[in-house]
């Protein structure tokens, strides 16, 4: 069978570690003389994340390895997503409505949704996850500031990254176990095998940009 992307994480023994940095293009200039500062902001916003399983047996590590080669390096995409951040803290956990895309042509730091719960008191809490698309379109964003929703069900989101390609109006917004695209950050895949054969396996990715 070919090998489609994106791929989806092996299950085989879990993640131990996790880092995810949020990185923005960011320009500054600074006078040696006075220490005065010039910021301006550009459009580059990306996930980036560093993965490490713990120590395992062969059967195991295969998976993992089998997945990472799998990637052909820069070249493959997978869904990733923080496995902390799963579950919504807010009421959309046990909640959720049927949150969509509220209106066409959305790009930015912020996303009117409809559908949610309503009259819901932290709906979403600052630092819950939400997905746009799926599969290749997937896209991973942090939510800014807690959500409280009116009677009608309908709010405002701000998020992070900032939405690059505007979704469809009435387009699914995934509140749950939220994924994101990434690709592995350079084209070297290596793993460790100690004496006792116990494997150690790790990982860097960067979100896939598209």
């Not at 489609?4 to 993640?15: F, R, V």
């Not at 993965?51 to 990733?80: C, H, K, N, Y």
């Not at 807010?90 to 996303?111: D, F």
């Not at 509140?175 to 350079?186: C, D, E, I, Y």
Request: hydrophobic share 40%.
């Amino acid at each position: 069978m070919a090998i489609s992307y994106p791929l989806t994480l092996p299950t085989a023994s879990g993640i131990a570690t996790v880092t995810f940095r949020a990185t923005n293009v960011t320009g500054i200039s600074m006078s040696p003389f006075t220490f005065k500062q010039q910021v301006g902001s550009h459009a580059g916003q990306r996930w980036e994340a560093e993965v490490s399983m713990p120590p395992m047996s062969r059967a195991d590590a295969e998976e993992w390895i089998s997945f990472l080669v799998s990637l052909r390096g820069q070249l493959g995409t997978f869904t990733l997503g923080d496995p902390s951040g799963a579950t919504a803290r807010g009421r959309a956990s046990s909640a959720p409505g049927t949150p969509l895309v509220n209106g066409a042509s959305q790009t930015g730091g912020s996303l009117a949704i409809d559908g949610c719960t309503a009259s819901a008191t932290g709906y979403l809490k600052a630092g819950d996850y939400i997905q746009l698309g799926s599969g290749s379109s997937a896209t991973l964003h942090k939510v800014l500031q807690d959500v409280n929703t009116p009677s009608g069900g309908d709010v405002t989101v701000d998020i992070w990254p900032h939405i690059r390609t505007a979704p469809a109006d009435n387009s699914t917004v995934v509140v749950s176990n939220a994924k994101g695209l990434f690709r592995l950050s350079q084209n070297q895949t290596s793993w460790s095998i100690s004496e006792a054969t116990i494997f150690g396996v790790t990982f860097a990715a960067v979100e896939a940009v598209i």
